[in-house]
């Protein structure tokens, strides 16, 4: 495994996984979405003085594991970058009736191909569930996922960039209006916490503190809650129901390792 010292500095960085990774809700200057992995380039890149930098970002929101393995591990079979993130398996523990030790052996045999083909691989846990309409009750699940990949990243030299203990998420500013994805300061602060896992110095601190704001009363709580369910929730249960997907017939939008 890489030595992750401040001077680590991968010349190649692919990103894999669902819409956590693909960026949604944080839109880019081109129009597309950015994200943690987008930023977290950026950072890599600023340690490449030379600028002999490529990223890729294979991700497609809604994907679900075994589409990932089928789909974007293979593209790191032939591109061979140097840093691979790999996030995957959180649409599958959402989904009714699905078994977390059972997706953490897939999710293992993945991490087996991509260590023989990337020389660091990070993993990120999933972020703590506690408190958030519907996802809470997916805590225990979504603990035991977690269980796993730490393991898991143990066993295999990966590095962990662990969101269940990232503490600024939980203030409801991380998190765009579904509740679902990040927000733009969300994902900056994942991308800060990925770049400290791989031994980076980063200026900003991703657990710094969020400017103050008026306490918001209960009836704007509930005001905002009926409205989130109405907006967000309903759509995404139903497409759930239907086994549809918010990618399908997308690609990635980053599928070649280029400068940034």
């Given at each position: 495994?890489?030595?992750?010292?401040?001077?680590?500095?991968?010349?190649?960085?692919?990103a894999?996984?669902?819409?956590?990774t693909?960026?949604?809700?944080?839109p880019?200057p081109?129009?597309?979405?950015?994200?943690?992995?987008?930023r977290?380039?950026?950072?890599?890149?600023?340690?490449?003085?030379?600028?002999?930098f490529?990223?890729?970002?294979?991700?497609v929101r809604?994907?679900?594991?075994?589409?990932?393995?089928?789909?974007?591990?293979?593209?790191?079979?032939?591109?061979?970058?140097?840093l691979?993130?790999?996030?995957?398996?959180?649409?599958?523990?959402?989904?009714?009736?699905?078994d977390?030790?059972?997706?953490?052996?897939?999710?293992?045999?993945?991490?087996?191909?991509?260590?023989?083909?990337?020389?660091?691989?990070?993993?990120?846990?999933?972020?703590?569930?506690r408190?958030?309409?519907?996802?809470?009750?997916?805590?225990?699940?979504?603990?035991?996922?977690?269980?796993?990949?730490?393991?898991?990243?143990?066993?295999?030299?990966?590095?962990?960039?662990d969101?269940?203990?990232?503490?600024?998420?939980h203030?409801?500013?991380?998190?765009?209006?579904?509740?679902?994805?990040?927000?733009?300061?969300?994902?900056?602060?994942?991308?800060?916490?990925?770049?400290?896992?791989?031994?980076?110095?980063?200026?900003?601190?991703?657990?710094?503190?969020?400017?103050?704001?008026?306490?918001?009363?209960?009836a704007?709580?509930?005001?905002e809650?009926?409205?989130?369910?109405?907006?967000?929730?309903?759509?995404?249960?139903?497409?759930?129901?239907?086994?549809?997907?918010?990618?399908?017939?997308?690609?990635?939008?980053?599928p070649d390792?280029?400068?940034?």
């Open positions: 495994m890489a030595d992750h010292q401040e001077t680590f500095a991968p010349r190649s960085y692919a894999l996984g669902d819409s956590f693909e960026g949604l809700n944080d880019g081109d129009g597309r979405y950015a994200g943690w992995a987008d977290l380039a950026g950072l890599l890149a600023g340690q490449r003085p030379d600028g002999d490529r990223y890729a970002n294979l991700a809604g994907r679900l594991l075994d589409q990932i393995v089928a789909e974007q591990v293979p593209q790191i079979e032939q591109l061979q970058p140097e691979v993130t790999f996030c995957a398996g959180g649409n599958d523990i959402l989904r009714p009736g699905s977390p030790d059972e997706v953490a052996e897939r999710f293992e045999t993945a991490v087996l191909r991509l260590r023989e083909q990337a020389g660091t691989v990070l993993v990120a846990t999933g972020f703590d569930t408190g958030v309409p519907v996802l809470g009750l997916l805590r225990g699940k979504i603990a035991t996922y977690n269980g796993h990949l730490r393991a898991i990243a143990d066993r295999n030299g990966c590095v962990v960039a969101l269940w203990a990232l503490k600024s998420v203030d409801k500013r991380a998190w765009s209006e579904d509740r679902l994805h990040l927000s733009p300061e969300g994902h900056q602060r994942v991308a800060l916490l990925a770049a400290r896992s791989l031994g980076l110095t980063t200026e900003e601190d991703p657990e710094a503190p969020w400017p103050a704001q008026a306490e918001q009363t209960a704007d709580a509930r005001r809650n009926v409205q989130w369910a109405r907006e967000h929730l309903l759509p995404w249960v139903t497409r759930r129901l239907r086994g549809e997907s918010s990618g399908d017939n997308l690609s990635a939008k980053r390792l280029l400068p940034l």
